[in-house]
């Protein structure tokens, strides 16, 4: 065991998937000599050489575009793309034709890309550097979407990613770049949890409190506060946001009753929707309250000095765990 | 001050649509539309007379097989089809350009290519049928899957030749990509961003451009106030335009183009200078927007009769020749027909096969109940 900042767990990832594997190759903007904005990268084309880790030119369609055509080729590339809001520009090689290769080919082509997209707000920034598009890619088939919440599951999850046959969406929770946890890295993947699988992270018995990316460490800060007030919280990481773990899901709920599901994304045709619509479906007769949602207001990202209103914190997972008693 | 920005723009240098390309562009020519060979000093050309004939034979079965595709399409067994009339030399020259490693990525146009690189042309049918989103495996024949979103197959050429590189097969024995768009393409961000790529990185891959003058409805001028291959200075590699109706020009202008990517002398951009003499698609109407008389004039340079021309001018081929091509077309018309009319639709459980490289959960239990619902109306009529 190692204590790694999720910074740091990814670029021991990547470095442990470039040196298993000849055809893995890191791409995107400042990712060489820089090591990127948040420094994922650090120094891997000094190790690796300039046709492994690869400084594009400042064009996010290029590349996902190139990636694909690499992934054609037989190469496994790791696209980063610098911020969530960048990601638009590269929508169109990611929607219509990374996610939609396969079955065009009828499962003669494959494109094994990973898109990193470090997302999320509560850092500060500027406009399109805080946002969480993650709902966007969940809604297209053919793609695979996960994020991961802390060192340890980056180490493994960014492996599990780039190792997978499916283009994979890889969400890192920006503002958890700096947490620190122990992380083993001597350990290989066939032990970890399978990357479509959530984790259960706090047991309880009143609430299920579904979470991912950043919001997974709120919500346990929030189980912490609600169990002084006697409610014990089931929370949940959801780790895979497409495909859904289902099973974990609603196991928790039948137990408990009652489900809240927390993201930093808008609210109206997020993530939070389509789950609450699943378990609807699958637990209507243990639901003791409807599924509540606790997310970002249906507007665009404000502006940084007001962002701690728009994101939820603990006192509004609290809240809304308080509702859900009020029914 | 007001400002025009609604009217054509006609600017020093571009193209104009009688089919004469502007006077000062250097368009290569080995072929004229009479059947005249003509010589070019950077692209010297030998064939035997078996070789044109082998082009001339291209040429005609492909137009057959446009034919039959647009027949089929009126009698309804195709939805829609994307017609290559008029451009069969730019892409039976560039196809017989290419080694057979070296790897193509279509358009949805780009039947004469297939064709070239040994692909069943009934497989083709399956996209326009709406039996499937590709009918073959790329891998067989070094053919990439038709992309319907203009220009996003570019990027995908590049990076696989960015793979290439990475293989290290540039230099003797190399390899390369082609990839083949057209004139209403060049307005996309994509293609400008496989040319930035394509060049920064000095990668194996030719841009091989149909201008068709028209991308469905709108002419040349709309996406370019210069000739299309001079783009390529801008973005520092060679463009070169060719006359895309000479299938000798382009085979050569290609051969030339693609040794130099193969050689690690990086991209090129070769405008292959040539007329849809068609519709878009058969969904398409073009006495909408373009007069009859500017098809006249093209027809007076079609690709396929100057090379007949050229093959009765030099007396080497007569008329059993060109009666025996014209049995092959009609056989290979035929076999589409036949095969066309006898393509199953796909089963219904198919549609959830290939998301994944394993199914998800998700994806059997929808499945699962989509069967389950057909069969409650198979209960229903036994019931009966």
């Given at each position: 065991m190692t204590t790694l900042t999720l910074s740091k767990a990814l670029n021991e990832g990547l470095r442990k998937a470039l040196e298993d594997d000849p055809k893995v190759v890191v791409m995107g903007e400042d990712v060489g000599k820089l090591g990127g904005v948040f420094r994922v990268t650090d120094g891997l084309q000094k190790d690796f050489g300039e046709s492994r880790v690869v400084d594009t030119p400042l064009a996010e369609s290029g590349i996902v575009g190139t990636a694909i055509g690499l992934a054609l080729r037989g190469y496994r590339p790791v696209c980063e793309i610098q911020f969530d809001g960048f990601v638009f520009p590269a929508f169109d090689q990611i929607v219509s034709q990374l996610a939609k290769m396969r079955m065009r080919s009828q499962g003669r082509a494959t494109v094994p890309v990973t898109i990193r997209i470090p997302y999320g707000g509560g850092i500060g920034a500027v406009e399109h550097h805080s946002e969480s598009p993650e709902a966007l890619f969940a809604h297209t088939a053919g793609l695979r979407v996960v994020a991961c919440s802390g060192p340890a599951d980056a180490y493994t999850m960014i492996q599990q990613s780039i190792h997978c046959e499916d283009p994979v969406i890889f969400f890192e929770p920006k503002r958890r770049y700096w947490d620190k946890a122990d992380v083993d890295t001597t350990g290989g993947l066939a032990d970890a949890l399978p990357l479509d699988a959530a984790r259960t992270v706090a047991e309880g018995s009143d609430v299920t409190v579904l979470a991912y990316g950043p919001m997974v460490r709120t919500c346990m800060e929030a189980a912490v506060a609600a169990r002084e007030d006697g409610r014990a919280l089931d929370v949940i990481d959801l780790r895979s946001l497409s495909p859904l773990d289902l099973a974990t899901i609603v196991a928790s709920v039948r137990k408990t009753g009652r489900c809240v599901v927390v993201h930093e994304a808008p609210v109206t045709g997020g993530l939070g929707a389509e789950i609450a619509a699943r378990v609807t479906e699958q637990c209507f007769y243990q639901l003791e309250a409807p599924v509540l949602r606790v997310g970002g207001f249906s507007t665009p990202y404000p502006p940084s000095r007001l962002e701690e209103h728009y994101l939820p914190d603990l006192d509004r997972v609290l809240d809304a765990v308080d509702r859900t008693f009020a029914y | 001050m007001a400002v025009d920005t609604g009217g054509a723009v006609t600017a020093p240098g571009s193209g104009s649509l009688d089919g004469q390309p502007d006077s000062r562009a250097e368009l290569i020519q080995?072929?004229?539309?009479?059947g005249e060979r003509a010589d070019h000093p950077d692209y010297p050309l030998d064939l035997t007379t078996d070789e044109v004939k082998a082009l001339y034979r291209d040429l005609v079965i492909v137009r057959r097989i446009d034919t039959e595709a647009i027949a089929l399409q009126r009698q309804g067994e195709l939805g829609i089809w994307a017609s290559l009339l008029g451009q069969e030399a730019a892409q039976v020259g560039s196809g017989r350009a290419l080694s057979p490693r070296d790897m193509a990525f279509p358009t949805y146009r780009e039947h004469g290519v297939a064709w070239c690189r040994g692909?069943?042309?009934?497989?083709?049918?399956e996209l326009f049928r709406g039996v499937s989103h590709g009918g073959w495996d790329p891998a067989d024949h070094n053919f990439h899957l038709y992309t319907i979103v203009i220009g996003a197959q570019t990027l995908h050429a590049t990076g696989y030749a960015m793979g290439i590189q990475r293989d290290g097969?540039?230099?003797?024995n190399g390899e390369a990509a082609i990839v083949y768009f057209g004139d209403g393409a060049t307005s996309q961000g994509d293609v400008n961003e496989a040319f930035i790529w394509a060049s920064v990185f000095n990668a194996p891959v030719v841009f091989f451009c149909q201008n068709n003058q028209w991308a469905i409805s709108e002419p040349l001028e709309r996406q370019s106030r210069i000739p299309l291959y001079q783009r390529a200075s801008g973005f520092g590699f060679p463009g070169i335009q060719v006359d895309g109706n000479d299938v000798f020009a382009c085979l050569a202008v290609t051969r030339k183009a693609m040794q130099a990517a193969r050689e690690g002398q990086g991209p090129t951009l070769i405008e292959a200078?040539?007329?849809?003499?068609?519709?878009?698609?058969?969904?398409?109407?073009p006495t909408r927007y373009r007069l009859a008389s500017e098809l006249e004039a093209w027809k007076l340079k079609d690709p396929v009769e100057r090379v007949k021309a050229y093959l009765v001018r030099t007396g080497s081929a007569d008329a059993a020749f060109f009666e025996q091509i014209d049995a092959e077309a009609t056989q290979v018309g035929r076999h589409i027909r036949q095969a066309c009319l006898e393509m199953p639709d796909p089963a219904p459980p198919s549609m959830f096969d290939n998301v994944y490289s394993e199914p998800t959960a998700l994806l059997r239990s929808e499945r699962e109940q989509y069967a389950a619902y057909l069969d409650s109306f198979v209960d229903e009529e036994v019931a009966r």
């Amino acid at each position: 065991m190692t204590t790694l900042t999720l910074s740091k767990a990814l670029n021991e990832g990547l470095r442990k998937a470039l040196e298993d594997d000849p055809k893995v190759v890191v791409m995107g903007e400042d990712v060489g000599k820089l090591g990127g904005v948040f420094r994922v990268t650090d120094g891997l084309q000094k190790d690796f050489g300039e046709s492994r880790v690869v400084d594009t030119p400042l064009a996010e369609s290029g590349i996902v575009g190139t990636a694909i055509g690499l992934a054609l080729r037989g190469y496994r590339p790791v696209c980063e793309i610098q911020f969530d809001g960048f990601v638009f520009p590269a929508f169109d090689q990611i929607v219509s034709q990374l996610a939609k290769m396969r079955m065009r080919s009828q499962g003669r082509a494959t494109v094994p890309v990973t898109i990193r997209i470090p997302y999320g707000g509560g850092i500060g920034a500027v406009e399109h550097h805080s946002e969480s598009p993650e709902a966007l890619f969940a809604h297209t088939a053919g793609l695979r979407v996960v994020a991961c919440s802390g060192p340890a599951d980056a180490y493994t999850m960014i492996q599990q990613s780039i190792h997978c046959e499916d283009p994979v969406i890889f969400f890192e929770p920006k503002r958890r770049y700096w947490d620190k946890a122990d992380v083993d890295t001597t350990g290989g993947l066939a032990d970890a949890l399978p990357l479509d699988a959530a984790r259960t992270v706090a047991e309880g018995s009143d609430v299920t409190v579904l979470a991912y990316g950043p919001m997974v460490r709120t919500c346990m800060e929030a189980a912490v506060a609600a169990r002084e007030d006697g409610r014990a919280l089931d929370v949940i990481d959801l780790r895979s946001l497409s495909p859904l773990d289902l099973a974990t899901i609603v196991a928790s709920v039948r137990k408990t009753g009652r489900c809240v599901v927390v993201h930093e994304a808008p609210v109206t045709g997020g993530l939070g929707a389509e789950i609450a619509a699943r378990v609807t479906e699958q637990c209507f007769y243990q639901l003791e309250a409807p599924v509540l949602r606790v997310g970002g207001f249906s507007t665009p990202y404000p502006p940084s000095r007001l962002e701690e209103h728009y994101l939820p914190d603990l006192d509004r997972v609290l809240d809304a765990v308080d509702r859900t008693f009020a029914y | 001050m007001a400002v025009d920005t609604g009217g054509a723009v006609t600017a020093p240098g571009s193209g104009s649509l009688d089919g004469q390309p502007d006077s000062r562009a250097e368009l290569i020519q080995l072929l004229t539309p009479e059947g005249e060979r003509a010589d070019h000093p950077d692209y010297p050309l030998d064939l035997t007379t078996d070789e044109v004939k082998a082009l001339y034979r291209d040429l005609v079965i492909v137009r057959r097989i446009d034919t039959e595709a647009i027949a089929l399409q009126r009698q309804g067994e195709l939805g829609i089809w994307a017609s290559l009339l008029g451009q069969e030399a730019a892409q039976v020259g560039s196809g017989r350009a290419l080694s057979p490693r070296d790897m193509a990525f279509p358009t949805y146009r780009e039947h004469g290519v297939a064709w070239c690189r040994g692909l069943d042309p009934t497989k083709l049918l399956e996209l326009f049928r709406g039996v499937s989103h590709g009918g073959w495996d790329p891998a067989d024949h070094n053919f990439h899957l038709y992309t319907i979103v203009i220009g996003a197959q570019t990027l995908h050429a590049t990076g696989y030749a960015m793979g290439i590189q990475r293989d290290g097969l540039v230099g003797e024995n190399g390899e390369a990509a082609i990839v083949y768009f057209g004139d209403g393409a060049t307005s996309q961000g994509d293609v400008n961003e496989a040319f930035i790529w394509a060049s920064v990185f000095n990668a194996p891959v030719v841009f091989f451009c149909q201008n068709n003058q028209w991308a469905i409805s709108e002419p040349l001028e709309r996406q370019s106030r210069i000739p299309l291959y001079q783009r390529a200075s801008g973005f520092g590699f060679p463009g070169i335009q060719v006359d895309g109706n000479d299938v000798f020009a382009c085979l050569a202008v290609t051969r030339k183009a693609m040794q130099a990517a193969r050689e690690g002398q990086g991209p090129t951009l070769i405008e292959a200078y040539t007329y849809r003499m068609g519709a878009h698609t058969t969904t398409d109407d073009p006495t909408r927007y373009r007069l009859a008389s500017e098809l006249e004039a093209w027809k007076l340079k079609d690709p396929v009769e100057r090379v007949k021309a050229y093959l009765v001018r030099t007396g080497s081929a007569d008329a059993a020749f060109f009666e025996q091509i014209d049995a092959e077309a009609t056989q290979v018309g035929r076999h589409i027909r036949q095969a066309c009319l006898e393509m199953p639709d796909p089963a219904p459980p198919s549609m959830f096969d290939n998301v994944y490289s394993e199914p998800t959960a998700l994806l059997r239990s929808e499945r699962e109940q989509y069967a389950a619902y057909l069969d409650s109306f198979v209960d229903e009529e036994v019931a009966r």
